[in-house]
């Protein structure tokens, strides 16, 4: 990919030209025009002869493809740039090499301080088990340790880290040798997190977003909240972000609404809805997502942490003062709650009110054919993380295992949440899972339940104007004349149509339907690589020598 030598400016009008550029506007476009951060005009190669000489530089994209950035719905910005910099246990594939990472972290920053680290999941060991107290203490040499499993749900940690927290033993899942859920996981959490200092976490922010650009991600929606970070830190993300050139950050603060004082100090926060995780229930996981029939490996059902009521309160609160509201909810007992919630809001304050200020479910997992309905009444958007299916689904995969194969496969439909008109958002939860846009739509595209395959299209869409719209905006990311120019510069093969119905994606092909095509995400193919990316016009990513 080539340009010219232009000086770099806020206001310069270039001309990108000589690629395929995925816009409704145009399904054949070569060419795209952007002027004052926005996009211009859509076109054939042909036409953009007469844009040349009258812009600021010319981009020639060798035949690269030009889509909207995408969108992040769910992102723990900190956490994840945390993950990026420590102690990274995804990898580790039994709990001995789990247990040697931490001694070869720890041998290699004796500093004193927290060690943070992410990403163990004993699903996938052969111990089928955590580490104990006793092992952690003794890898970490005496330091204190805080080692959240992949969902965050949960926690190991030393005993060293356990000394910093007055009372954990009496909080509400605290247990002597097990990982720390429910009050006692937060506790430590807090602990962990406020050992960070404001420089370690800027640099934590900073890595996060770099890695969200470098990955054609032009905006994330961070979720925080009390019990998941502090408000230092959620202002702060807000605070750099918009002092930088990078990804956009909207921001969720998840704390309970009553009435107009509250609604306003979640704004002063600098928030644009009281949702996010605001926790109904907890994690599949680890064991704490909410359920209507206990676990198949285990005697019980997960833990409630709100109820219809409280749902309601919120939901009448926040519609009352024209704040978006919203919830994290896995379980169907959680689901089922969340939905006799809104609906009791409904008779409150109007259903029309309630679907109009697009409230947010975050995960959905667990749903119902009723619940999917209600959604679709209720007007909620669905803001999921398909690298969820792809890593725990399946016959095998960790969701069997805690539900038994048959409520496992009913989990993530997103084809019957489609056809039932319920808008998509789809996000990453990182560090739960990686950011990774175009594996996300291949993982939602490639379901491994088949009936909830949905096409590359409606994925892609997904992924990049359906996290615009569950901020309220119906302006933004797609590549039409007066939109944003958040856009991304791709190296990929030859362009396809995919869809789960071979006669659709028969039909799409035809050039009498005009529909654009995108890169080809069968599995184990190469994804796309990022050249550019750019938020508003300015250019936020390059890849190193392109």
């Known amino acids: 990919m080539t340009e ?46 007469a844009f040349a000489s009258g812009v600021d530089e010319v981009i020639d994209l060798e035949g690269a493809l030009v889509t ?19 102690l990274d246990l995804s990898g580790a594939r039994t709990l001995g090499e789990a247990l040697a990472l931490v001694r070869t972290y720890v041998a290699a920053h004796p500093a004193g301080g927290v060690v943070l680290g992410h990403g163990w999941d004993a699903t996938r060991w052969p111990e089928q088990r955590p580490p104990s107290r006793a092992e952690l203490d003794e890898a970490a040499a005496g330091r204190a340790v805080y080692l959240p499993r992949v969902d965050v749900h949960s926690a190991v940690v030393t ?28 506790a430590v959490r807090a602990a962990a997190h406020g050992a960070v200092s404001p420089r370690q ?47 956009r950050v909207f921001g969720y603060w998840a704390e309970r609404v009553g009435d107009e004082k509250d609604a306003q100090r979640v704004r002063e926060l600098g928030a644009v809805g009281a949702a996010g995780d605001l926790f109904v229930d907890g994690s599949l996981g680890s064991h704490t997502a909410c359920l209507h029939e206990p676990y198949a490996d285990a005697p019980v059902s997960g833990t409630a942490h709100l109820d219809a009521a409280q ?16 919830f994290h909810a896995i379980g169907d007992a959680a689901l089922t709650a969340v939905v006799d919630g809104f609906r009791a809001a409904a008779e409150k304050v109007g259903l029309g009110r309630v679907r109009a200020a697009r409230h947010r479910i975050e995960h959905a997992e667990m749903l119902t054919p009723e619940t999917v309905a209600a959604f679709a009444e209720l007007g909620l958007t669905a803001s999921v993380q398909p690298a969820f299916d792809a890593a725990w689904g399946g016959e095998e995969g960790m969701y069997a295992r805690r539900l038994g194969a048959g409520r496992a496969r009913t989990l993530n439909p997103y084809a019957a949440l489609l056809r039932a008109g319920v808008p998509l958002a789809f996000g990453s939860d ?65 362009l396809v149509v995919q869809a789960p119905d071979d006669r659709v994606a028969r039909w799409s092909t035809d050039p009498r339907s005009g529909t654009p095509g995108l890169p080809d995400l069968s599995p184990g193919g190469e994804l796309p690589v990022c050249l550019r990316t750019v938020v508003f016009g300015q250019t936020v990513y390059v890849r190193p020598n392109e």
């Open 311 to 326: 749902i309601a309160a919120h939901v009448a609160a926040c519609t009352g003062a024209g704040l978006q509201a919203g």
């Open 201 to 247: 976490r800027a640099d934590a922010q900073r890595a996060a977003l770099a890695r969200a650009a470098s990955l054609g991600i032009g905006t994330v929606h961070e979720c925080g909240g009390p019990d998941i970070s502090d408000e230092e830190d959620f202002t702060s993300l807000l605070k750099l972000a918009a002092g930088q050139p990078g990804p």
């Open 4 to 49: 010219s030598t232009a000086p770099q400016s806020e206001h310069r009008t270039v001309l990108l030209r000589g690629g395929d550029v995925h816009s409704p506007a145009d399904p054949f476009a070569t060419a795209m025009v952007v002027e004052r951060g926005h996009v211009a005009w859509v076109g054939s190669e042909g036409a953009a002869d």
């Open 159 to 186: 005993t060293a880290l356990l000394d910093l927290v007055p009372g954990v033993t009496a909080m509400t899942g605290y247990r002597p040798d097990a990982p720390l859920t429910g009050a006692a996981h937060h």
């Open 68 to 86: 909207p950035a995408f969108t992040d719905a769910h992102v723990h910005t900190t956490s994840t740039g945390l993950a990026l910099t420590g």
């Open 430 to 494: 990182s560090p739960v899972t990686p950011l990774d846009p175009w594996g996300t739509v291949r993982a939602a595209a490639f379901h491994r339940t088949l009936e909830h395959r949905i096409s590359v299209r409606a994925g892609f869409t997904a992924h990049t104007r359906g996290g615009w719209r569950a901020v309220g905006r119906d302006d933004a990311g797609t590549l039409v004349p007066g939109a944003p120019a958040d856009y991304a510069v791709w190296r990929t093969d030859e």
